[in-house]
């Protein structure tokens, strides 16, 4: 397998923690920074970070409100953001296939 | 990489996609009334106005609690919304549903010898354990209990089956809440900002 094969990875998705904040909300409709900071144990300051990289990759949408007098930041998953995590998996089944079959000799 | 950074996968998807189930302390009130009402109707032979009265305060709590319980796991846990669920699910409920009304009413017309309600309670518990692909042990157990129920059901009649099955739904309840906190740990407050690259 080239090498370049193994750069190609989305790096943007690649990270551990966008890759745990991709993932989980892969697994829902939306959901809010507190439920995302507590499910990945990133720290407020480390989310806010990443979820804003992603936002400005157009993976995902941040909606803000004010439920009663406290503010509520809900997240979900674009099109293009499950797009590119289904595609992220396929480029790392590949790599995984390629591997297997290296180590085998074939 | 920050040691608090959670990234095993496998344990986010289950934790996001169960989470509304998980929060196990939500059904308690409910079940409580569902207790406290036979209870009620033993009072109500001697003391009609008072057993009413209770009644009416017992659902008033109940309601109450519940929306309390309901704003906590909000304020502490966060909040998700869970995808729509695939046609398949939701046609294995139906039936499921459906199945259990058919139990019920042959139960309750026929009086077999195994009490297909129990079994149908056994296998309801034995549903959500398979589900949750053995991380809600616990419900394995409560279906054990209720298949060694199916010969007994009838026999203890009505007041016990409601107490039965509250305490099998409180208990399993309060392990789906005692499951959320280990998979959802209280944030450190002196977390370091971890390398963000």
Request: glycine share 6%; charged share 15%.
């Amino acid at each position: 397998m080239p090498f370049h094969s193994l750069l190609q990875p989305d790096k943007l998705i690649h990270e551990p923690a966008r890759l745990a904040i991709l993932t989980v909300l892969s697994s829902c409709a939306t959901a809010d920074f507190l439920f995302l900071q507590r499910v990945t144990g990133l720290t407020k300051g480390n989310l806010s970070v990443q979820l804003s990289k992603l936002e400005e990759a157009n993976l995902l949408t941040i909606t803000k409100q004010f439920v009663g007098k406290k503010p509520s930041t809900t997240v979900s998953l674009t099109e293009r953001g499950c797009q590119a995590l289904a595609d992220y998996w396929r480029t790392m089944d590949q790599i995984r296939k390629h591997a297997k079959l290296a180590r085998n000799g074939k | 990489m920050g040691t608090n950074i959670q990234f095993d996968l496998q344990r986010l998807i289950f934790t996001t996609s169960n989470s509304g189930f998980l929060r196990g302390l939500i059904c308690l009130p409910t079940w409580l009334f569902f207790i406290t009402c036979p209870l009620l109707g033993h009072l109500s032979m001697r003391h009609s106005k008072l057993a009413g009265f209770g009644l009416l305060v017992a659902f008033a709590v109940a309601v109450v609690s519940t929306k309390q319980l309901h704003d906590f796991y909000n304020r502490h846990y966060g909040k998700v919304t869970a995808s729509e669920g695939s046609p398949l699910i939701i046609i294995g409920i139906g039936v499921w549903a459906i199945a259990a009304f058919g139990c019920f009413v042959i139960d309750g017309k026929y009086h077999p010898q195994f009490s297909l309600a129990a079994f149908w309670f056994a296998s309801f518990f034995w549903g959500i354990f398979m589900h949750s692909a053995g991380h809600r042990w616990y419900y394995l157990v409560a279906s054990i209990c209720f298949v060694l129920l199916v010969p007994y059901w009838r026999e203890l009649g009505e007041t016990w089956q409601r107490v039965i099955l509250a305490v099998a739904f409180i208990a399993t309840g309060v392990m789906d809440h005692l499951l959320l906190t280990r998979l959802l740990p209280p944030i450190a407050k002196d977390q370091v900002l971890s390398a963000i690259p």
